[in-house]
């Protein structure tokens, strides 16, 4: 089992949400350090309009990337659709070091 200061859940929402919080470049700061990082539902969260977090997704993942740290990402959507939203250069890095699963199905909120 990892410690919390190897492993950090976030979600994407919150991220976005920092960026406009006092404070909240802490979390940006830990998102870079921490060795694992798995960012939840990306594609959900506020994009503001002048392109901060954008900006600061990529600048996230090429420090990610750089360091060698495992970063897993979920999101409903698809392959082009994330690279309409996110730009060929996040989904580069992503390809580069990773690997895409294509979960199909059901919905498993709506199980129970």
């Known amino acids: 089992v990892l410690s919390p200061r190897k492993a950090w859940f976030l979600k994407a929402g919150h991220m976005a949400a920092a960026l406009h919080r ?3 470049e802490m979390i940006w700061d830990r998102a870079r350090k ?3 990082l798995a960012i939840d539902d990306l594609g959900r969260e506020y994009s503001d ?3 901060r977090w954008l900006a600061e997704l990529d600048l996230l993942i090429d420090d990610r990337h750089e360091a060698r740290r495992p970063t897993v990402i ?3 959507m698809g392959l082009e659709e994330f690279k ?3 730009g060929e250069r996040i989904a580069d890095r992503i390809r580069q070091a990773g690997l895409v699963v294509n979960c199909v199905g059901e919905s498993l909120r709506r199980a129970g």
């Open 22 to 24: 006092a404070g909240g």
């Open 84 to 86: 309409q939203r996110y």
């Open 34 to 36: 921490v060795y694992a």
């Open 74 to 76: 979920t999101s409903n």
């Open 49 to 51: 309009q002048h392109g």
